[in-house]
């Protein structure tokens, strides 16, 4: 039983997509709802259950159908996949929570796509083949679709369409770059491509670099780097809340592609193109926390202000990458699993806060007084202290571990300057929001507000479990280090 | 042959890249269509061009690479479904948004009733 572990998450979340889909004879939406978080907390068992079996253990490989090993699917277990798989799984529980709220009601079939998304997420974690990564990617996309435009609307279904017009062309360039690839190296099996490399006549290496340059594409559009980002603002601020909690955790897959692709194929013994892409993926990602700053600062409305904060975090985290250094490397690994729960808090949190101002919603101008004043006003205290990198938060062991590791280096200075201005500025920003919510408020509280006692307990939840990300800070730090130091190993072919 | 296949291909990407460019929903996904073609194309040639090859082992004295067919396959049905998929959510916008532009503006005011 235990070696087919690794195949569970996802199959599971398929099979429990197609449960949910089923007609279920009259039985009422309130009702429903609470199966699909059963069937979610198998998810969230089984992932926990793979984290356990895998921590401290070497790379595992399970081969669907048994095929032999280049021909036949193979998925790859390692620390860093494994991880990917708890933290989306963690997440999509907690989402799941939050949208018995209402969420999930106004439109059809929230659920099924939810579980569909989280099949397509531990895919794209799981697989070791390029072209499998493809198809996990569409799996994703499509119910991200779905996702997107749930519950319509004007500006919605327009971001929407931005949203999917973009990442079809991805997908075409993807394949482009897979063809390619395939046509030089002759699988798409990651571990025997990042042998092949190695191989390649030097005459060819041109071809090689275009179908990278065109993976870096791919990927940095689904992470969000620089000139690639257009689409998130519009797309996360205009989701409904739980929708734009879980896609906090889309934009790590382009970075989790990145690490996983890019260090196989291109690491430090590569030869000719050893550590392509590297000095792209500094200076956009750079570039990307002075522009999400700017966007932190300029932000309209709390929604706003929450997807800048997840494009800033995009860009720490690419930035942190691109130095192609293993501790700073594993130090940004802690960062995405803090970043992707903090991330959707503050949707979660930006969304309670709209309901309770009326008209005035979640735009950053005095309003009515809040009703659950006290519960909110604490919570976004807490989440902006663990946004920020307050001690004693996750934000603030994440952070430190990042300049920690990148202070020894002599090309980092500036990195450090961002990260701690960039952290200075959301200070700001997130006090002016708070004061202006909290504090400047007027009228009396508006009584007729959607009771939302599972969303709060949501926004809660994922706080105590970054909580628990310090509590057991010397554990995750060394599951990060461990995970970093597998991927090197296993990137020097099998 | 391998000339001949390159030119169908490039004149397909162009249209498509061309297509992708304008204003309306109509038009770009007809660019995206063109684009996944030519797409597909290439990952069908990418295990080499060969003639008179079956795809069966033992059905005849040479085979052709049988892995790009089955990945070009895979494609096709994904780029089928994204097609149609884009083809609702364009007619859900061109009613949402009252006009079939991509960024739903309208060209300065005078596409607007």
């Given at each position: 039983m235990t070696e087919h572990l690794v195949v569970l998450p996802i199959v599971l979340p398929a099979l429990f997509a197609a449960i949910l889909l089923l007609p279920m004879g009259g039985i009422r939406v309130s009702r429903r709802r609470w199966y699909s978080l059963a069937l979610m907390t198998l998810s969230l068992l089984v992932a926990s259950w793979l984290l356990w079996q895998h921590t401290n253990t070497p790379a595992k490989n399970y081969l669907l159908g048994n095929w032999p090993e280049p021909f036949g699917i193979l998925l790859v277990a390692d620390q860093l996949s494994v991880l990917m798989v708890w933290l989306t799984t963690v997440l999509a529980w907690c989402v799941c929570l939050h949208s018995t709220a209402g969420d999930d009601v106004k439109g059809a079939y929230f659920h099924p796509l939810l579980h569909f998304l989280l099949m397509g997420l531990n895919g794209a974690f799981l697989t070791g083949d390029l072209f499998n990564l493809f198809v996990f990617f569409e799996v994703l996309l499509i119910s991200s679709y779905g996702l997107l435009i749930h519950g319509g609307g004007k500006k919605r279904v327009q971001s929407a369409l931005h949203y999917v017009l973009l990442n079809l062309v991805g997908s075409a360039l993807f394949l482009?770059?897979?063809?390619?690839?395939?046509?030089?190296?002759?699988?798409?099996?990651?571990?025997?491509?990042?042998?092949?490399?190695?191989?390649?006549?030097?005459?060819?290496?041109?071809?090689?670099?275009?179908?990278?340059?065109?993976?870096?594409?791919?990927?940095?559009?689904?992470?969000?780097?620089?000139?690639?980002?257009?689409?998130?603002?519009?797309?996360?601020?205009?989701?409904?809340?739980?929708?734009?909690?879980?896609?906090?955790?889309?934009?790590?897959?382009?970075?989790?592609?990145?690490?996983?692709?890019?260090?196989?194929?291109?690491?430090?013994?590569?030869?000719?193109?050893?550590?392509?892409?590297?000095?792209?993926?500094?200076?956009?990602?750079?570039?990307?926390?002075?522009?999400?700053?700017?966007?932190?600062?300029?932000?309209?409305?709390?929604?706003?202000?929450?997807?800048?904060?997840?494009?800033?975090?995009?860009?720490?985290?690419?930035?942190?990458?691109?130095?192609?250094?293993?501790?700073?490397?594993?130090?940004?690994?802690?960062?995405?699993?803090?970043?992707?729960?903090?991330?959707?808090?503050?949707?979660?949190?930006?969304?309670?806060?709209?309901q309770q101002r009326g008209t005035v919603g979640d735009r950053l101008v005095p309003g009515a007084a809040l009703k659950q004043a006290l519960l909110l006003g604490w919570l976004f205290a807490l989440s902006a202290l663990v946004v920020i990198g307050m001690p004693p938060f996750s934000g603030f062991v994440s952070k430190i571990w990042l300049l920690q590791a990148s202070l020894p280096r002599s090309d980092a200075g500036w990195y450090v300057l961002l990260l701690l201005l960039s952290s200075l500025l959301a200070l700001v920003a997130l006090s002016r929001a708070g004061s202006t919510i909290f504090w400047r408020s007027r009228g009396k509280p508006i009584d007729a507000v959607q009771s939302g006692k599972t969303a709060d307990a949501a926004i809660m939840l994922l706080l105590v479990m970054g909580f628990l990300l310090v509590v057991a800070g010397q554990w995750w730090m060394q599951y990060c280090i461990d995970a970093v130091a597998q991927l090197t190993v296993g990137g020097r072919g099998r | 042959m391998e000339l001949f296949v390159a030119i169908a291909i490039g004149a397909l990407t162009g249209c498509g890249c061309f297509l992708l460019l304008r204003g309306r929903t109509f038009a770009v996904m007809l660019g995206l269509t063109m684009l996944s073609y030519a797409v597909n194309l290439f990952i069908f040639v990418s295990g080499g061009l060969t003639t008179g090859a079956g795809a069966v082992l033992g059905a005849s004295e040479v085979y052709a690479d049988p892995l790009p067919q089955a990945l070009v396959l895979t494609a096709i049905v994904i780029g089928f479904a994204m097609t149609a998929f884009l083809v609702v959510l364009a007619i859900r916008a061109r009613a949402e948004l009252g006009n079939d532009l991509v960024d739903g503006q309208g060209l300065a005011g005078k596409e607007r009733k």
């Open positions: 482009l770059a897979l063809a390619l690839l395939y046509s030089l190296l002759g699988t798409l099996h990651l571990a025997e491509m990042a042998a092949r490399v190695r191989l390649l006549d030097p005459q060819q290496q041109w071809l090689l670099q275009s179908a990278a340059a065109l993976l870096l594409l791919v990927f940095g559009l689904k992470a969000a780097l620089l000139p690639l980002h257009f689409w998130l603002p519009a797309a996360y601020s205009q989701a409904s809340a739980s929708v734009a909690a879980m896609f906090a955790v889309m934009t790590k897959v382009g970075v989790y592609s990145l690490i996983r692709v890019f260090g196989a194929l291109f690491a430090a013994d590569a030869g000719a193109l050893a550590g392509y892409g590297q000095t792209l993926l500094l200076w956009g990602g750079g570039l990307t926390m002075v522009l999400a700053t700017v966007l932190l600062v300029a932000a309209a409305d709390l929604k706003k202000l929450s997807a800048a904060m997840v494009l800033l975090s995009a860009g720490i985290l690419l930035s942190a990458v691109g130095f192609g250094d293993s501790a700073l490397t594993a130090a940004a690994l802690l960062y995405l699993v803090h970043s992707s729960w903090i991330g959707a808090v503050w949707f979660m949190l930006a969304e309670r806060i709209g | -």
